[in-house]
């Protein structure tokens, strides 16, 4: 039997992790190959709710990934997702989701050798999990 | 006695209570001096939410509404996000019977003001929550998921809330919400309590309404709960940003968007 390969989404923001992505990328760092990077121009811009929707659609894992507090390019942009993802992670664990299927990150354009890190222990953590219950849930 | 209260120590010149008619409750707006139907005050309804919706029709009158310890709170929310002017509605404070108070396991229950009933005990902490929250995450889940399939998506929660007053509703966007499918799944809920989490009042409209009789309260409480825990937020209370929406520290509210 094969182990089981988790999916993840992970949601870059334009200034910094994208431009973090794109380095450990050209500095040839080993990352897993689960990630599917979803570019967007803030942190603050992927709203709550895209995070829940794929994870109510059976996304093992989601990544949010912004500027560290205090670089936001848009000032308080990561402000605000710092505020918003913990909630949503309550929320999965009151209904039973593990909440480690949710991780917000700050990597720097700098920081290609953290982005290897954060993604690849973040797909050691969602495969200790397993799967996500609700790939099989038919509602 | 109402009416005297309502529009002579008041000085209010409309009414909004639920009253009796075509056999029926509902709620009804009286004008000064027009003849009264019969008020009840042992229907629960959250009656803010009528006059969020007759809010823009009153003009410069003034409105008296009869109000619970849900109804100001909700009022506190609306008046913090300059929907609705305080000075234009006044209160008539009702605190709710004791079986009321257990319905809806309420641990606020008292008004500031008190001009009809009597003052009853805040009921203990929610029995489903606290029994969920003791299971392992699979049997909760193995919960939610049941009670989530009973949703028809026929919108009652969100019709009747008092604080749901967006003009273009997330759950009406089919980004996040397919047009069709019945049920419509895990993320319909989760978005919603997401949504409501800094302002709802705890009212429990949502699940006097549900049709199918999920415990959305008990989510909202949970939710409720959380913000406690992670910003010290209870909805109503006199800070005048949302805490999902704050700026840095120390900083201007005005600079604040609104917006997203």
Redesign the interface.
């Known amino acids: 039997m094969t182990e089981f390969e988790p999916t993840i989404l992970a949601f870059c923001c334009n200034w910094c992790s994208y431009a973090g992505a794109d380095l450990a990328g050209v500095s040839r760092l080993q990352m897993p190959p689960n990630v599917h990077i979803v570019r967007v121009m803030c942190s ?1 811009s992927v709203k ?2 895209y995070a ?2 794929a994870i ?2 059976g996304i093992d894992g989601v990544l949010v990934l912004g500027c560290h507090i205090g670089d936001c390019h848009y000032m ?1 942009g990561n ?2 997702t710092a ?2 993802f ?3 992670q ?9 909440k480690t299927r949710l991780r917000l990150d700050w990597v720097s354009a700098a920081e290609g050798e953290k982005f290897q890190k954060v993604v690849t222990e973040f797909v050691e953590d969602v495969k200790r999990l397993g799967p996500n ?2 790939k099989e ?1 038919r ?1 | 006695m109402l009416p005297e209260l309502a529009f002579d120590k008041l000085g209010a010149d409309l009414l909004l209570a639920m009253c009796e008619g075509h056999g029926n409750v509902g709620p009804i707006v009286i004008s000064k001096g027009e003849k009264m139907a019969k008020v009840r005050t042992d229907v629960p309804y959250q009656l803010v939410t009528i006059l969020t919706n007759i809010y823009p029709f009153i003009g410069q009158k003034k409105l008296a509404l009869l109000c619970r310890r849900c109804d100001e709170k909700a009022l506190a929310e609306l008046e913090k996000r300059g929907l609705v002017d305080e000075k234009r509605v006044l209160r008539i404070g009702l605190a709710c019977s004791a079986d009321q108070i257990k319905a809806c396991r309420c641990s606020d229950p008292v008004p500031s003001v008190v001009h009809i009933g009597a003052p009853g005990k805040p009921a203990g902490e929610d029995e489903l929550m606290n029994k ?2 003791a ?1 392992p ?9 049941a009670q ?2 009973k949703c028809n998506k026929c919108f009652a929660c969100t019709l009747n809330c008092p604080v749901c007053f967006c003009d273009d509703c ?1 759950l009406e966007e089919r ?2 919400v397919a047009e069709k ?1 019945i ?5 319909f809920h ?2 919603r ?2 949504h409501l ?1 800094d302002k709802c009042v705890e009212c429990g409209e949502c699940e006097r309404s549900c049709p199918a009789g999920i415990p959305l309260l008990t ?1 909202r409480k ?2 409720a709960k ?2 406690k ?3 010290g937020f209870v909805s109503g209370d006199k800070k005048k940003v949302s ?6 520290e120390g900083e201007p509210m005005e600079d604040e968007c609104h917006e ?1």
């Open positions: 603050a709550p709710e829940i929707k109510s659609q308080t402000h605000r505020k918003r913990p909630v949503v309550k929320l999965l664990e009151d209904v039973g989701i593990d219950p609700l849930v509602f | 969920l929250l299971m995450s699979e049997e909760r889940l193995k919960f939610w998921t989530f399939r997330v980004t996040f499918g049920p419509p799944g895990m993320s989760l978005i309590t997401f989490s989510l949970m939710a959380d913000m825990a992670l910003y805490p999902l929406l704050t700026t840095l997203c």
